[in-house]
């Protein structure tokens, strides 16, 4: 069974960056997504990439911040994460996608990691 270990979470300041991965045995052969959760919110999809790295999405919130890449030689999915603000304090998922497109709907992914805290605040 696939098991997702995800690292990388902190408290930085607003500004600052960070580096999640999410690392499995395996995890070359599926599609990834990051997630996010705030507290008393709902879990929001962050970001998407498929297997080869060819289709990527982002949600808007991260649009232009926040990187996804892949080393599949590593079996890792890496999310950068920049000009990180307070808003972005989230515990942080990933899950691999059980269907072949790209996809952002928190349904469409399974064996998810148990989430690294990022806290952003100065």
């Known amino acids: 069974q696939l098991q997702l270990v995800e690292s990388g979470g902190g408290l930085v300041q607003p500004g600052s960056s960070l580096r999640l991965s999410c690392a499995a045995s395996?995890?070359?052969?599926?599609?990834v997504g990051w997630f996010r959760q705030a507290p008393g919110k709902e879990r929001e999809g962050v970001s998407f990439i498929s297997r080869t790295g060819a289709s990527i999405d982002y949600g808007d919130s991260v649009k232009g911040r926040f990187t996804i890449s892949r080393d599949n030689d590593k079996n890792t999915v890496y999310l950068q994460m920049n000009s990180l603000k307070p808003w972005d304090t989230s515990i942080f998922y990933c899950a691999v996608s059980i269907f072949g497109f790209a996809t952002l709907v928190e349904d469409d992914f399974a064996a998810w990691g148990q989430g690294p805290q990022v806290t952003v605040s100065s």
């Open positions: 395996g995890l070359n052969l599926y599609n």
